[in-house]
């Protein structure tokens, strides 16, 4: 089941999402106003004949991140999330197996700096797996609705 409407998949492969309306910050101050927590994995796209950038699909949980979207139990609901890992060097993918068909929920996301210009980022899963990201610390976020409206994002700690 995808979670992602034809329209918002098409804008995410031929890169025409609205990155003007996206907020830029550091991946750590993101971390401190927003959770991945039980949130769950759509996609990661990559177009290495376009840039360096790779960029992580969302299906966002609003009951952690309330100030994004309405809280409910309802995933076809939730707000989606676009995050764009920038001057992307390295992605490490690590312990998948077939978990038959259930949706990847993500349990935590860890950081770790290796200078000042580049970060890796780990995004875990429920299930053991875990996806690595070698970039620039400075990430694109994108909160939309499912029919396409974007939904406002706070670069500002809580």
Not at 43 to 58: E, F, M, P, R, Y
Not at 63 to 71: A, K, R
Not at 131 to 138: A, D, G, I, K, N
Request: proline share 4%.
């Amino acid at each position: 089941m995808s979670l992602l409407s034809i329209n918002l998949a098409h804008s995410l492969v031929d890169d025409s999402l609205p990155w003007d309306r996206s907020i830029q910050l550091h991946i750590d101050t993101f971390l401190q106003r927003y959770t991945l927590h039980d949130s769950y994995w759509i996609a990661l796209h990559t177009n290495c004949g376009l840039d360096d950038s790779a960029v992580a699909a969302i299906s966002f949980d609003p009951v952690w991140n309330p100030s994004v979207g309405t809280p409910t139990s309802q995933v076809a609901n939730w707000p989606l999330l676009f995050i764009r890992f920038n001057c992307l060097n390295t992605i490490r993918m690590a312990g998948f197996k077939d978990i038959g068909g259930t949706q990847r929920g993500v349990s935590s996301v860890a950081v770790d700096h290796l200078s000042d210009e580049e970060t890796i980022t780990t995004i875990l899963d429920h299930y053991g797996a875990s996806v690595s990201l070698q970039h620039f610390p400075l990430i694109n976020a994108l909160a939309m609705a499912n029919d396409g409206s974007v939904l406002e994002l706070s670069a500002e700690s809580a």
